[in-house]
């Protein structure tokens, strides 16, 4: 209590990337809005130089964003928007510096695979901080939302609404609307899973194929993705896959997302150039999160036994590695 006054909650950001900033700028928004929240929200940049020489933190800090770079410290709303494999070593951090009223929400798409075991970003968050956390994941193609097009996002959490529905208002502008959902799992791995079907859609735009094949990509993806959440959590409900994280985030992501972009030009090159070399030449400093889904999901089918229910999920991988052509990504089914 400040004064008799309830302590304002404070924000702070984990990761700088392309949809850090442009939730940077949602967030802050709200929080010059509501009462509730403390107008200064930190982020916590990764140090490092661009490639004409400035260094990233000092880009931030000149935008018109209300963001500065200064330690999580003092914050008790933690957003985390890394890509999903840095987020281990960001948590390691952090570990230990935290308020203990601190709450956490993960933005992040992807999962973490140890010993072919999968644990979803939100619960490794959640264990090596000992802290809830919720998820927020949608249809959310980050440039599309910094010159504030309309788009919607779905809120997964646990347990309780109240602590949802801050963060929802957190999020929450006319042009970004957030649905609640009671289903942490389900939301995640929507997220997460839809990063290799988009995979697909490129492979099949590369080939020079149209819209019937595109849309059979994505039905077919649709189906492993909802199997494969049901199977690794029988509570994921089938609702979910029908939200903004769901059916909405594939479409969007099958047209317009990086994951497509950079497959479709891995076709365009005949496979001469890896992923990684074509991740540097047209992302510029963004990241896949596609490919390395793509391998880790591989990983619990070959463990599981789970090849022939998967085929689509399985065809991607082997087709990222060099294993099969893009060509077998319309031959799924051949006897
Ligand atoms: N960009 C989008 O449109 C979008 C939309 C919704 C969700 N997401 C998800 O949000 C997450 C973050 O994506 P993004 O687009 O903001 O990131 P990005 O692709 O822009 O990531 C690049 C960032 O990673 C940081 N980085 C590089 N090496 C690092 C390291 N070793 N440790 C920590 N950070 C390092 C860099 O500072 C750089 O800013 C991903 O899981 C992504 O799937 C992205
Ligand atoms: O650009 P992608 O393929 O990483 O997709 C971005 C977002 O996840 C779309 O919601």
């Known amino acids: 209590m400040e004064g008799g006054l309830p302590e304002k909650y404070r924000v702070a950001i984990v990761g700088s990337g392309n949809w850090g900033c442009v939730a940077a700028k949602l967030i802050a928004t709200n929080t010059l809005k509501h009462n509730i929240f403390h107008d200064e ?25 209300n963001v500065k770079y200064l330690p999580v410290r ?41 010993v072919d075991v999968p644990s979803m970003i939100s619960s490794l968050i959640s264990k090596q901080l000992g802290v809830d956390c919720c998820v927020l994941m949608g249809a959310n193609i980050a440039d599309e939302i910094a010159e504030e097009k309309f788009s ?23 042009y970004f609307a957030v649905t609640p959902v009671q289903d942490v799992e389900g939301v995640e791995l929507c997220g997460t899973l839809k990063n290799i079907v988009a995979l697909a859609a490129g492979f099949v735009d590369g080939l020079g194929m149209g819209s019937n094949t595109k849309a059979a990509i994505i039905r077919i993806g649709l189906n ?36 497509r ?51 689509l999920f399985t065809t991607i991988h082997d087709i990222c590695v060099g294993n099969k052509s893009p060509s077998a990504i319309v031959r799924l089914y051949q006897l």
């Open 224 to 259: 492993e993705m909802r199997a494969f959440s049901k199977r690794l959590f029988p509570s994921v409900q089938d609702d979910t896959f029908f939200e903004s994280c769901g059916v909405a985030d594939l479409i969007a992501t099958c047209f317009g997302g990086r994951n």
């Open 41 to 65: 929200i930190r982020m916590w940049v990764y140090a490092e130089t661009l490639p004409n020489g400035e260094k990233l933190v000092d880009v931030i800090n000149q935008t018109n964003v």
């Open 152 to 174: 919607e996002a779905t809120l997964g959490y646990r347990e309780n609404r109240e602590v949802a529905e801050r963060w929802a208002r957190l999020f929450a502008t006319p």
């Open 261 to 311: 972009k950079v497959a479709e030009a891995f076709v365009i090159n005949e496979g001469k150039r890896t992923f990684d070399e074509l991740e540097a030449e047209l992302l510029q400093g963004q990241k896949l999160q596609g490919v390395l889904t793509a391998k880790e999901v591989y990983g619990v089918l070959e463990r599981n036994g789970w090849f022939d229910v998967f085929p």
């Open 74 to 114: 003092g914050a008790n709303m933690l957003v985390f928007v890394t890509p999903h494999q840095f987020v281990e070593d960001a948590c390691k951090r952090l570990a230990g510096k935290l308020r203990g009223d601190t709450e956490a929400i993960s933005l992040i798409k992807g999962m973490e695979v140890k």
